[in-house]
Nanobody, 119 residues
Framework: QVQLVESGGGLVQSGGSLRLSCAASGIDFSINAMTWYRQAPGKQRELVATITGSSSTNYADSVKGRFTISRDIAQNTVYLQMNKLKPEDTAVYYC?????????????WGQGTQVTVSS
């Protein structure tokens, strides 16, 4: 089992910045890709940003130019730098990892971290 632990959420004013972190821990694994999702009250969970093992990235249109996903492969950690935050970015942010352990492939979710942007 691989555990994901998120941190860095909080309350920020519109236009401000936050940096989320997601650290993966476990034994004998590697990460194929890591993704940040978010879910606002009453809405479906949506993809925010993805980074692959080769560090290719993909972003939702709503965050392009404002958010940056990066990873520290040695530390099995992914980051989400969020700038120019808007009230509509308010949501619980979840980390997701596509994991490889020898010939097994599985996934893991973090517990979520709340981001609240006040207007």
């Amino acid at each position: 089992q691989v555990q994901l632990v998120e941190s860095g959420g909080g309350l920020v004013q519109s236009g401000g910045s936050l940096r989320l972190s997601c650290a993966a821990s476990g034994i004998d694994f590697s990460i194929n890709a890591m993704t940040w999702y978010r879910q606002a009250p009453g809405k479906q969970r949506e993809l925010v940003a993805t980074i692959t093992g080769s560090s290719s990235t993909n972003y939702a249109d709503s965050v392009k130019g404002r958010f940056t996903i990066s990873r520290d492969i040695a530390q099995n950690t992914v980051y989400l730098q969020m700038n120019k935050l808007k009230p509509e970015d308010t949501a619980v942010y979840y980390c997701y990892a596509d994991i490889q352990r020898r010939n097994l492939r599985f996934d893991s979710w973090g517990q979520g971290t709340q981001v609240t942007v006040s207007s």
